[in-house]
């Protein structure tokens, strides 16, 4: 049984601040803001590759013209959302975690931070996934300011999901920074609906200033839309179904001794879409910064509506 050393993670304090982090996706640096009062950019990203090591593109932080002197820079890892993938990545009797922890620590070097952003890690791995967050805190150099990015929860959640890995109190006693992922209430593959109701966000922000420190407590807005088609056309044909198809629509398919048959058809589809809007932006910032919090974070920089400026 994997057992938790957290008793080597020492827990200084700092000082409320109000930070405004903004992720970056390469190669969309035009969209960084003129006027900004962002503190934090996370760009995104490096990968975990499936032998431990990191597929980098960000060797260094990319030149931001209207970035000022004083903001952070971080480099956020991602990895496969794979349960499996984690297990073995985790598993401190095999080579991955070492060299995850390596690779990252060296990749780092030019930046001000590193991020975390692990998702899809099985219950049964949250207690490796804590270890392995406290070995990469103590390989990492003091200087770099040290986040980690998790899944939303709540207290009834954390109630039926005892195991859960995302363990907001441990993380929170572990990492500098907990950003918040309080988004994708609807996802790409589940039912339409909104990217983040205040609603649903409400009981999110309750639950992590209840087992964060408010100074490492980073809260997620979403900036974006998603849209979804109820009903995809795109599938497999069963032959009797493709002479269905030809007589209802009164379709003379072409036929050739080489490709078989072809026949085309215009169909209407319904979309359906969900988005913020500054109103419902300012909405959760007013939630979230009720109470001293250590700031905000945006998902993402080139999506957020005409007149929204980023800050606190």
Known sequence: MIQLFLLFIALPTFALSSEVWGYLMQ?????????TSITDIAHFSATVQADGTLKNPLKTPPQLPHANEIIRHHLV????????????????????RDRIIQQIVQHTKPYDGVQIDFEGIASRDGTAFLNFLIQLKKNLPEDKLFSVAVMARWAAHKQNHPRDPYDYPIIGRIADRVIIMAYDEHYRTGTPGPIASLDWCKPIYEYALHTIPA??????IPLYGRAWQPET?????????????????????????ETGGHFSFTETVSIEVYHETLESIRAKQQLYLS??????????????????????
């Open 27 to 35: 190669g969309e640096e035009r969209f960084f803001p003129v006027k």
């Open 77 to 96: 890892i991602t990895a496969p959302w794979n349960s499996d993938l984690y297990h073995h990545y985790f598993d401190p009797d095999l080579p991955f």
């Open 215 to 220: 100074h490492k407590l980073i809260m997620g």
């Open 233 to 257: 056309l795109a599938k497999a044909y069963k032959n009797r179904e493709l002479q269905k198809e030809v007589r209802v629509r009164s379709i003379t398919p072409l036929i050739d001794l």
């Open 291 to 312: 109470h001293p919090i250590g700031g905000t974070a945006y998902w993402r920089i080139g999506q957020e509506p005409a007149q929204f400026y980023f800050k606190n």
